[in-house]
């Protein structure tokens, strides 16, 4: 199946409306059981060039032209990501993880130039889980930041979707790097989500440092059973 092309309508459609910047947003490695969350950016202005060739959401896309994607991504727009650890998913719970991750994102952003203020930030999803982590030394000089919660904006938004590709190849290597000195979990194929092989890699070989602690004992998909006897690996 040919993925969905996404466009630049919504942006352009909000740079008409007088915003000086569209930043798209998504999140990559929510539903994992190990590894960080991460939040990509892309930001776009008025002179933003065609949309590139083959962008689509991440999850419609092969590793390969992911990878090949990013290079031209990252010329094309401002770009940057944002991650929370799996220690934080732990101790804060997953929203407020996202909305550090996104946070760090846009951090990342200012320190490369880009100006929040008349700035609108293009969400994937349903809920808005940014607004409340922006902290007040990034919140633009009119007030708030603005946040546009769109479904499906991974698909349908260019901006979102070089967010999730950069995000999500960033995320990859990260994990694929874990993989090396744990190689029983399988991080290389599964990058944190919970397959068979993972569990029974913990079943094996003890719960890693980069295991979100709390998600293994609520796991569903397959079950652990005797997890709590088992020991954390180093």
Not at 11 to 32: H, N, P, W, Y
Request: proline share 5%.
């Amino acid at each position: 199946m040919t993925p969905v092309r996404p466009s630049l309508r919504v942006e352009k459609k909000l740079l008409g409306s007088g915003r000086l910047t569209v930043i798209g947003m998504d999140e990559v490695g929510r539903g994992a059981i190990a590894g960080p969350v991460a939040v990509g950016v892309a930001a776009v202005t008025l002179d933003i060039g065609r949309v590139p060739q083959g962008l689509a959401d991440s999850k419609l896309l092969s590793a390969a032209r992911r990878t090949e994607l990013v290079p031209v991504v990252r010329r094309w727009a401002r770009t940057a990501v944002g991650m929370a650890s799996a220690d934080v998913v732990d101790r804060q719970g997953i929203v407020p993880a996202l909305g550090q991750a996104g946070a760090a994102a846009l951090g990342a952003l200012v320190r490369d130039g880009v100006s929040l203020d008349d700035t609108v930030v293009v969400l994937d999803g349903s809920f808005d889980w940014l607004s409340r982590a922006v902290p007040a030394d990034l919140a633009p000089a009119g007030g708030p930041l603005d946040v546009l919660v769109r479904v499906k904006a991974d698909r349908d938004c260019a901006s979102v979707a070089a967010a999730s590709v950069v995000a999500k190849v960033e995320r990859d290597a990260l994990m694929i790097a874990a993989h090396e000195d744990a190689p029983h979990y399988g991080w290389s194929s599964n990058k944190g989500y919970g397959s068979t092989a993972h569990y029974d890699g913990i079943r094996a070989a003890g719960a890693h440092p980069l295991h979100r602690k709390s998600w293994l004992h609520q796991a569903s998909s397959v079950a652990l059973d005797g997890f709590d006897e088992l020991s954390v690996a180093g």
